[in-house]
């Protein structure tokens, strides 16, 4: 809050202004989430008021009831769950051992590695969706989890090592290397002294890679089937030919948000933290 | 910036030397050269995996792009056949196509500049107002930026309903302006500015977060220098503040154009599943024509052209990443 302390000395007088423009950026960045937990809550035929009102008009479960109706929700929410948990388990263990390789050891080919580690986040997934879904059918892994496993773990992996790579490379190089003085080999310098101050950053990556597994949503569609559908794809059972049922829409939308959102909430200082560690070095 | 720059080393304007901030550990790093297989050994499960999931379909990506490949191929019943540059010049050729590249790339240079200006402004702001409503802001900006894209998508959806949306119920008791029943995807572009404003939204609390992160670390005393120099505000952030961020808005943009480049779910889920031609962007169009139109090897075409688009956009940033990654 230091800034703070330096600005109020001179512009006492502004700061009303700043904080009105403040106001202004928190009602207009929170309101989609406002009015999508409003909408959800609301009675279904105020949602659809021609003229509806902006303050919360009633507090009502029904538009809950019948996004679980609409179509099974906790067999989707089960299997995005198996997939994201698998995905994080696998890829935090391998990110890891790559991260401290490419951050802890000069070895011929490390700069190559580098470059293609960065460069495969660079492909976008949706130009690998054709190549994948023949590959996944050659394996007959097409529908199943493991197929989808597998594929989210090369999305979240490059991620994975770079952001871990900067909270490695923040730890003095100086403590390991007192700790092998002291007699630790190098497996117990880095067990003992790396990484329980590598712990933080391991758990935010760990969520935020979960996070990335949780929400993916082309994949999902397009390598599994109906009746094994993942939960951001539930939420498009709720547009038919139709039309689209938009407050039990928004009770789903709130549903599948809320837990990422407070997931979220507990780690993004770190994970900020780590991202930009690396940088401001540089 | 087009394809060809992929060919030819980027050219990067010599690094500005680093604002004067002391780096004690420089490259230090001997001791290893004795031990070379243990970092492949940590390695080998990360680069089998990105090499299998990863390389092979990239691989098949490129074959793809110079066979016939449609139903028949794809249940066997013909085999896939090389026709060389077939695929290619028919996309080339196709005016379609080059209108598809050129909404794409207008439509990420928006997003990337909007979230660019507005995420630093804001960052600024945040520095500026009270301790409690920086808090606020800060709470619904993760929020925001936690929103899976599908549902954030789906509650944009609902915001501008044409017949239910909040926004034309608002927008209409301006005086002047009559928006009931306003179908704002009637039109490519205006559709698209939503979409962008969709991106927008949940690309910013991302760069402000980071940038927030940055600005605590430039060193207080520079700036009271400058300003004791004579510098306004306006000449702090030009000469202190903005190198020193540098290598963070660097990063920034490179992955801002990645990820605005590679939009997909957003006009998907916007457009129901079947984006209208006015609404494709290389990503929708390069799947459209896979699974829609049922030509693999075109879609395969489409999806590799984006792909060298995009390293030629990005080969530029690349070194400042790899910067980053010399330096410990």
Known sequence: MSAIATGGRRRGTSRLGWNLLGLLVFVTAGFPVYWMVDTAFKPAKDAIDPDPSLLPTGLTLDNFHRALDIADFWGPVGRSLIVSLSVVAIGIVVGLLAALAISRFAFRGRKIVIVGILAVQMVPAVSMIIPVFLLLNDLGQYDKLTGLIITYLTFILPFTVWTLRGFVVNIPRELEEAAMVDGCSRTGAFLRVVFPLLAPGLVATSVYGFIQAWNEYLYALMLMSQENQTATVWLGNFTTKHGTEYAPMMAGSTMMAVPIVVLFLLVQRKMAAGLTAGAVKG | ?328
Not at chain 2, 96 to 123: K, N, P, Q
């Open chain 2, 1 to 328: 910036m087009s394809a060809a720059d992929t060919t030819t080393p980027a050219k990067v304007p010599p690094p500005r030397p680093a604002p004067q901030r002391a780096l004690p550990d420089g490259p230090r790093r001997g001791r290893t050269a004795n031990g070379a297989p243990v970092p492949w050994l940590l390695l080998a499960p990360c680069l089998l995996i990105l090499v299998l999931v990863m390389g092979y379909p990239l691989v098949r990506l490129v074959t793809l792009s110079f066979q016939k490949f449609g139903q028949s191929q794809l249940w066997g019943f013909q085999p896939a056949e090389s026709v060389g540059f077939d695929n290619f010049s028919t996309v080339l050729g196709d005016g379609e196509f080059w209108a598809v590249v050129l909404r794409t790339i207008v439509f990420a240079a928006g997003c990337v500049i909007f979230t660019m200006v507005v995420g630093m402004l804001i960052a600024l702001l945040l520095q500026r107002v009270s301790g409690w409503l920086k808090t606020l802001i800060n709470i619904v900006l993760v929020a925001s930026w936690g929103m899976p894209v599908i549902v954030a998508t789906t509650v944009f959806k609902w915001l501008f309903d044409s017949d239910y949306g909040i926004l034309n119920a608002l927008l209409s008791k301006l005086p002047g302006v009559e928006l009931i029943g306003h179908n704002w995807f009637a039109s490519g572009p205006q559709g698209l500015a939503v979409i962008m404003l969709l991106v927008v939204w949940g690309a910013v609390p991302f760069v402000v977060i980071t940038l927030s992160a940055g600005l605590t670390q430039v060193p207080q005393e520079l700036e009271e220098a400058a300003r004791l120099d004579g510098a306004n505000g306006w000449g702090v952030f030009r000469h202190v503040t903005l190198p020193i961020l540098k290598p963070i808005i660097v990063m920034l943009t490179t992955l801002s154009v990645i990820w605005d480049m590679g939009v997909f779910p957003q006009v998907f889920v916007m457009r129901n599943g079947h984006p209208e031609q006015e609404f494709q962007l290389l990503q929708t169009y390069s799947y459209d024509r896979a699974f829609v139109v049922n030509d693999y090897a075109q879609g395969s075409a489409i999806a590799l052209l984006t792909v060298l688009l995009l390293l030629g956009v990005v080969a530029v940033y690349m070194r400042q990443m790899l910067k980053i990654g010399e330096v410990e």
